[in-house]
Nanobody, 120 residues
Framework: QVQLVESGGGLVQPGGSLRLSCAASGFSLERYTICWFRQAPGKEREGVSCISNDDGNTNYADFVKGRFTISRDNAKNTVYLQMTSLRPEDTAVYYC?????????????WGQGTQVTVSS
């Protein structure tokens, strides 16, 4: 089955860190630019960060710059999102998706996401 599976979320205190994983199943992730998105309760889904498939270029939403780092390991067919200095406002369900233009316009179907809760 062709799908992206997110994992790594959890409950963390403000200032803490988490690493999310986006694993591809049924296809080779290295052919695709991948972006992370998030959706907080009562809010629309928003783009967080993207990484290109060819040159590894990245981009970040202003609200995560300097705190989050996106990376990919094509050998493991996985894209990661390292999140540091987490804030309560980072609480959301995080998703990954294919996004050829790195413009937060995804082209694939959504997975189940992974819940990140930042709270003391």
């Amino acid at each position: 089955q062709v799908q992206l599976v997110e994992s790594g979320g959890g409950l963390v205190q403000p200032g803490g860190s988490l690493r999310l994983s986006c694993a591809a199943s049924g296809f080779s992730l290295e052919r695709y630019t991948i972006c992370w998105f998030r959706q907080a309760p009562g809010k629309e889904r928003e783009g967080v960060s993207c990484i290109s498939n060819d040159d590894g270029n990245t981009n970040y939403a202003d609200f995560v710059k300097g705190r989050f780092t996106i990376s990919r390991d094509n050998a493991k067919n996985t894209v990661y999102l390292q999140m540091t200095s987490l804030r309560p406002e980072d609480t959301a369900v995080y998703y990954c998706n294919k996004d050829p233009g790195r413009s937060y316009i995804p082209i694939g179907s959504w997975g189940q996401g992974t819940q990140v809760t930042v709270s003391s």
